[in-house]
Every structure is written in structure tokens, then in C-alpha cells.
């Protein structure tokens, strides 16, 4: 029996032992919907604080409950440390590390790069890996595959396997999560990708195996760049409405009728997440060492990126509107996580329009129900405010920037005294409502 062929045997009867590394956003839901597929697994995260909670039955991350994780924990199914040499007595290993970007744009690999140094340790005949973490095309060939390789025999598609799917986590989703969402799938060789192929089938409803492992690198860039771009777009079309006195909200409720041809997209006060305003740049990055211009990703993302600065100018109107200034007003920034609904406060644009505010001299606070405190781009430390309508009540100035479900608006209306809606969170009662000022 080859390699190849017993490593299947293991993963048809679930007896092959899966390693997750990085135990995040990504990493702890795959690891969950594994163990319940009868497979055993290890998460394996330098941060003890994540291990120690795992291995007491606790999650950390919202879309996980905890008592599946307790019970998974319970039952031996479900397991985490933070150390690397557990990867000798696995065959599954997959990487789930943050990709982020450094202050100069240029793709921070220093994640991928210690969590492959870890494993190129134990790496062994038997094993199969997968990049899930977000990367420029060529990643899984160019620099994981050798580091991998470096230093021993091992030759990839026959004495062990190499892969790249994309994460598609959408924090705060019920419809869609990592049991349902098609996994997108790409191999050095064909032996690689039927491999993970028939592991991922074991506990993922939907498996696309594509041609390589850049075809499934570009598709993941592809996913986000056509949300940024098309994000830029009706920012700058939010833009142009202000400048023409026409209400934008307007415009794309009625462009939304339309039943073909058009995809709703909505404006906002900047990107926020682990993708959308990150992943599109690597691919970005990665044209200009080609010499090419991205041309689209870049206009787009300084249309995005220049978001927070265009709301500032609207606290601006709205409190010269009120005879105020910037400088001394108490503002309250309503919402800090990148999206509704959820605790995530990566690449948050509250943050920068936080940070824009006090630069200018506002006197700012936030409140948020999911996120009870937060660092500021200065590192200085913040707590939501403690009494919402009182806050309200008091501040010169409301300022929506993530519109959370659990907000009663029409109060909030009520006894505020200005408001700047960047989500139109207000909808038409806001409109034409003569302290509400939108984008």
C-alpha cells in the first residue's frame, strides 16, 4: 500500500489525527466542525490563554457555543497546546494563522512563516497540510512548500501533501459557516488536492477542488477584491449624492429593484475585518513585483481608505449646523466592531474615526454592547460608556458607525441631540429629520 493510499484508508474510516494551527476566527470553528465529525483534534496557539480556555471547555469566540466545545473536550475529541511537537503523531495539519498587513502595505508573512518553521520540524511521510490563511498567489509553492521540504527527502504528492483552501468565515453568520460553506480546494500536484479532497469531505458539505493551489489563492482574492471594489464604488457614488443633493440611501433602494444585472452593495464610514480591506492588497502587492498596476484595487482602496476622514467632514456640517465645533464637543461614536452584531474590532473604521476626532480635539467616547473595551490606533484604552441614553442625552454630537440590531433607534433618535447615520441605521426616519445628517 502506498502513502497516498493508506493516508486515505485513515481519513475514509476518521482515524487520521487533525492539528489546527492558530486557534482564531478561522482555526477554532474548523477544529469544532471536525471533532464533531468524529475526528480527533488538537488546536495548537502560542497564546496559553486560548489553549488553557479550550482545554477547559471554553470558547473564546462567539460563533462557537461553549458547550459544544465542552462536550467535544469531554468526550477526548477536542484538545489545544502550545506546543509544536504534538505534530508528530498527526497526518492532518491545517494553518490557520492571521496574514496581516504591515504599515508599508507589503504583506506581513511572519505568521505563516513561524507556523511552517514549527511544523518543517515534524513534518513526515503520511501527512497532509493545508494554508487556509489569505495570501498572495503562490504562497503554497513558493514559501510553504520550501521550508517544507528544506533539509529532508520528502517529496510533495507522494510522501506527503500540500494544499491551499481559502477561509470563508463571516463572523456573527448563522446561515453560512464552515460545516455548509463550499470549500474551495487546490493542490501542488492531483495526488494533493484528491488527498484533502477526501479529508475535507469528512466533515464539509461542499468541496470545489480547482486545478492548483494559485487557482485557489487568486480565487479567495478575487472573492474580496469584487467586494472592495464594488464597496469603493457606491462610497464614492455617496460622495457624488452629497455633492448633488441627492439622497444616496435613495438611489440604491431603487437601483435594487432591478432583478438583473445589479448586486446591491451599501456605503459606509470606512472597511473593517480580516479580509476585505487586507487580502485585496496582497494581490495587489504581488502585481507590482510583476510590474503591474492593480489599478482597480487601488483606486478603490484609497477611496475606502480615505472613508473615515469624509466622516469627520460630516461631524464638521453637522455641528456648524449647531453653531460648534469639533474641538471641545462631547461625541459619541455608537458602534466599534467592523460590523453589526459581533465583537470584531479588526481594521474597524470606529477606530480611525475615534482616533481622527481626538486629533481634532473632540472630547470622545463609544459605546458598544460587544465590545466593553477597546485600544485605540494610539494604545490608549477606552471603555464603552456605562449608561447609553444618558451618553446620548449628553453628547453634542451621535455618531453611528456600526448599526447593531440591539440599538433602539427611534429612542436614540429621540434624545439625541445631533446625529451623523453612516449606515442609514435610521432609516426614513431620519430622513429629511432636521438633526440628521447621513453620508
Known sequence: MTTKEALLAKLKDKKARMA?????????????????????????????????????????????????????????????????SVLQGVEVVSICVPTPLRKTGDPDMSYIDAATSDLAKYVHPGMVIVLESTTYPGTTREF??????????????????????PERVDPGREDWTTINTPKVLGGITEDCTEVANAWYSGAIETVVAVSSAEAAEMSKLLENTFRMINIGMVNE??????????????????AATKPFGF?????????????????????????KAMNYNARFI???SEINTGMPRYVITKIQDALNEARKS??????????????????????????????????????????????????????????????LMASVSAADCVVIITNHSDYDYAALLDKANLIVDTRNALGKSGRNNPKVFGL
Open 237 to 254: 457614488l455617496a460622495i457624488m449624492c452629497d455633492r448633488l443633493d441627492v439622497d444616496v440611501w435613495e438611489v440604491i433602494d431603487a
Open 144 to 165: 510553504v512548500l520550501p521550508m517544507l521540504t528544506d533539509g529532508n527527502n520528502l517529496v510533495v504528492g507522494k510522501d506527503f501533501f500540500l494544499c491551499f483552501s
Open 263 to 287: 448586486m446591491k452593495f451599501t456605503p459606509g464610514p470606512g472597511l473593517g475585518g480580516h479580509c476585505i480591506p487586507i487580502d485585496p492588497l496582497y494581490l495587489s502587492w504581488k502585481m
Open 326 to 387: 469639533i474641538n471641545g464637543s462631547e461625541i459619541l461614536v455608537l458602534g466599534a466592531a467592523y460590523k453589526p452584531d459581533i465583537d470584531d474590532l479588526r481594521e474597524s473604521p470606529a477606530l480611525d474615526v475615534i482616533g481622527l476626532l481626538a486629533e481634532k480635539g473632540a472630547d470622545v467616547s463609544y459605546h458598544d454592547p460587544y465590545c466593553p473595551t477597546l485600544q485605540t490606533h494610539e494604545g490608549e484604552e477606552m471603555e464603552s460608556v456605562p449608561d
Open 20 to 84: 489546527v494551527l492558530g486557534l482564531g476566527y478561522v482555526g477554532l470553528p474548523l477544529a469544532v466542525v471536525f471533532a464533531e465529525a468524529g475526528f480527533e483534534v488538537i488546536g495548537i496557539d502560542p497564546d496559553a490563554r486560548k489553549v488553557d480556555a479550550l482545554n477547559d471547555g471554553i470558547s473564546y469566540i462567539p460563533d462557537v457555543p461553549t458547550e459544544d466545545v465542552a462536550k467535544l473536550v469531554k468526550s477526548g475529541k477536542l484538545k489545544a497546546s502550545t506546543d509544536f
Open 298 to 300: 487601488e483606486l478603490a
